[in-house]
């Protein structure tokens, strides 16, 4: 197996392991602002957008570190 793909292989293995670690986040942070009784979709929309914005920060450097097609900076 050539390094490119084996380099995509632990990538993927990578995001599932901070997906799983954001799901436990996400749902420690759902009980804590249940049992505080505080906004918890207000709490929640902003935790999934900061977790979208990291994500596709991420994937867009991935992308550039794998292809090389453009910079980072270029987005």
Known sequence: MNTHCQDLKNIQKLNILAMMDR?????????????????????????LHAQLKDLVTKTFAAHTQTHKLWPLTDI
Do not use: D, E
Request: proline share 0%; hydrophobic share 50%.
């Open 23 to 47: 799901v436990s986040i996400f749902y420690s942070v759902l009980k804590l602002s249940h049992l505080l009784r505080l906004n918890w979709k207000y709490i929640i929309t902003k935790i």
